[in-house]
């Protein structure tokens, strides 16, 4: 059921193996989501048991490939989970991985690592307690897709470049003019001492997740509601959509919680359509659009007594 929309998307609330087969074949050019993971202590959204987790993740994507573009990628934000009664670790993220590649054809495009430097030391009694094993600081993040060759342009994600860098861009005439051979056998071109804007990113994304100062968080601290429990962070998104999308490209998100995605999308000119189970979560994901954070109580009520459609624009 359609709950809000805003100038650039539409924000669902429902169960997304129906949703889905209203989508349109071949409209969406990137899905990507943060499906709930597979923990030992479940999230209050319920989380799938390692055993199920595969096949039950799978009925999702087999109904969402006829709907990606050819060229268009699906990436999956999935965090690791431990066994129980033991400590070490559940494999469920790479058997999802081999079943999407060997049983549903996507190509593994590449896989990304999500470092986050804030996670808290989990699970407590190996980490903290007994001090048998490190932090679990990564998420993994496949991106795959339908073809080998989806839409994707690193000049659209260059990082800054270190100082050092900057320094031996200001003095051109102590630049290398030759091709250096690294004794690991690889040689490093002429033209990578040019300025090309930016030094290209790489597959380990360090993202702190703290944002605390966002609308969405000030207008649940005044609705006096509680902030979804597992957000991406919008650094993460806006990754993946700068570099796997153009302007007026539809992104999707099929477990959309607070809607980060809605949001990083609204701001980069991307359609985008989410969708969530609870209707909690999409009533206050709606306070990411809102004008006024002093109406979010108001808005919040009213997308949770309504059955249908709410106009937000008002608030
Ligand atoms: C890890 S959270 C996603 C958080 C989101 N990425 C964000 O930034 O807020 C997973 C979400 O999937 C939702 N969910 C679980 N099963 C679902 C289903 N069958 N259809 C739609 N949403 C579902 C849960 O309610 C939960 O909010």
Redesign the pocket.
């Known amino acids: 059921m359609l709950c809000y929309t805003t100038k650039n998307g539409d924000a669902f609330c ?4 129906k ?1 889905i087969q209203e989508l349109e074949d071949n409209s969406i050019d990137l899905c990507i ?5 597979a923990l030992l202590h479940p ?1 209050e ?2 989380n799938e048991t390692q055993y199920n987790y595969v096949s039950w993740l799978c009925d ?1 994507v087999k109904l969402l490939l006829p709907k990606l573009k050819e060229r268009g990628s699906l990436v999956l ?1 999935i965090g690791s989970a431990y066994n129980p009664k033991e400590p070490t670790y559940s494999i469920y993220q790479f058997r999802l991985l081999v079943k999407l590649v060997d049983d549903f054809g996507l190509k593994l495009c590449q896989p990304f690592y999500w470092y986050n430097p804030s996670k808290l030391p989990t699970p407590t009694t190996y980490v903290n307690r007994m001090k048998i094993r490190a932090k679990d600081s990564i998420d993994t993040v496949w991106w795959l897709s339908k073809s080998a060759r989806p839409h994707a342009d690193c000049t659209q994600v260059l990082k800054p470049y270190s100082k050092k860098f900057k320094k031996q861009l200001k003095h051109p005439e102590k630049r290398r003019k030759e091709d250096i051979h690294v004794p690991s056998g690889h040689i490093i071109h002429a033209d990578t001492w040019k300025n090309n804007g930016g030094s290209l990113p790489s597959n380990l994304l360090r993202i702190a997740n703290t944002n605390s100062r966002g609308q969405y968080i000030l207008a649940c601290k005044r609705a006096k509601v509680n902030p ?1 429990p ?3 962070p919008e650094e993460l ?1 806006s990754f993946f959509v700068k570099y796997l999308t153009y302007e007026g490209d539809t992104v999707l ?9 809605g949001e990083v999308c609204e701001g980069m000119n991307r359609r985008w359509k989410a ?4 209707r909690e ?1 999409v009533a206050a ?1 709606a306070f990411r659009f809102i004008s006024d954070i002093d109406n979010a109580r108001a808005c919040y009520e009213e997308i949770m007594a309504s059955e249908g459609f709410v106009d937000i624009s008002v608030y």
């Not at 989501?33 to 993971?37: K, L, M, V, Y």
């Open positions: 429902g169960d997304s193996t949703l989501t943060s499906p709930p993971f999230k959204y319920g999702f934000d979804h597992c957000r991406m998104v998100d099929i477990f959309a919680g607070s809607n980060t995605v969708f969530e189970l609870s979560y994901s």
